[in-house]
């Protein structure tokens, strides 16, 4: 092969091309592209597709402390002692007033959760002189009592074992 022929071959590569260079170029970005925003829906709701039971805390009224949810499978302690006799517990920082807890690895069965927005961490849902709480709290089931804390039957539900999504609302 004689220079003149080596010279054409190369200047004649679509690889030299600048037109096709960019073309080549816009076609891999766009491919790229599609296959993110392919699995974007899994990604971003990777959250919710392990199974457990996952709980959206709604109401809190500001981003002050914490948020426990304490899962309980039984009356025992319901829910004035969610700090030592909930099954499963979730203390987690608030973030722009809202909260999520997610419970994965729950053997199926019944079960009540207690929430409480712990504004000053100190463990407990504080009252006032009456025993009114001065925090938020809520139930499972959004079940609430006229004096005192609904019992663990009103708030009790339900899991199978797959995938539970529910809603609190808290109460000040």
């Not at 891999?28 to 392919?38: D, P, R």
């Not at 006799?85 to 729950?106: G, H, P, Q, Y």
């Not at 959760?113 to 009114?132: F, P, Q, R, S, Y």
């Amino acid at each position: 092969m004689n220079t003149s022929a080596a010279r054409k071959f190369v200047v004649a590569s679509p690889a030299r091309d600048p037109e096709t260079r960019v073309r080549m170029g816009v076609c891999c970005i766009v491919f790229w592209a599609v296959l993110v925003f392919a699995n974007l829906s899994d990604i971003a709701f990777a959250e919710s597709l392990c199974p457990g039971i996952h709980v959206k805390v709604l109401n809190i009224r500001n981003s002050t402390g914490t948020v426990a949810c304490a899962l309980f499978e039984s009356s025992v302690g319901f829910p004035a002692e969610y700090l030592s006799s909930a099954t499963n517990i979730m203390v987690i920082k608030i973030r722009r007033a809202r909260a999520r807890c997610d419970f994965e690895d729950i053997e199926p069965g019944t079960y009540a959760l207690a929430v409480v927005h712990d504004e000053n961490m100190n463990g407990k849902l504080d009252t006032n002189w009456l025993g009114i709480p001065t925090e938020g709290y809520g139930f499972s089931n959004d079940v609430t009592a006229l004096l005192g804390a609904p019992s663990f039957s009103a708030a009790s539900f339900l899991y199978n074992g797959e995938n539970l999504d529910l809603t609190i609302s808290l109460r000040y």
